[in-house]
């Protein structure tokens, strides 16, 4: 009997046959896992485009209804933005 070849031969066959019995029994490193994974990596890349394409729209119409506004206040004339009325300083033919 070798000693060397004995204490070399069971932890290897062990830590073989132990790693071999937990991959086929939970399917670690599998290559279907890996086929499966990869699926599942694509499926929320694509729902995370559509989310971000989807958020990037809602900012641009809500930058375009605050553009429009702003238009619409800034189209009014300078004397109505204090609130007062401009009196014209020339007299119509009504005013004598």
């Known amino acids: 009997m070798d000693i060397f070849g004995q204490t070399l031969f069971w932890p290897v066959f062990f830590s073989q046959t132990t790693s071999f019995l937990f991959e086929y029994k939970y ?20 729902e995370d485009a559509e989310h971000y394409q989807k958020l990037k729209d809602d900012k641009r119409k809500i ?14 004339p300078a004397a109505n933005k204090t609130g007062e009325e401009k009196t014209p300083d020339y007299k119509t033919p009504d005013d004598k």
Do not use: D, H, Y
């Open 27 to 46: 399917g670690w490193n599998t290559w279907q896992n890996r086929k499966e994974l990869q699926i599942l990596k694509e499926k929320l890349n694509k």
């Open 63 to 76: 930058t375009f209804i605050k553009q429009k506004v702003v238009k619409k206040k800034s189209s009014t």
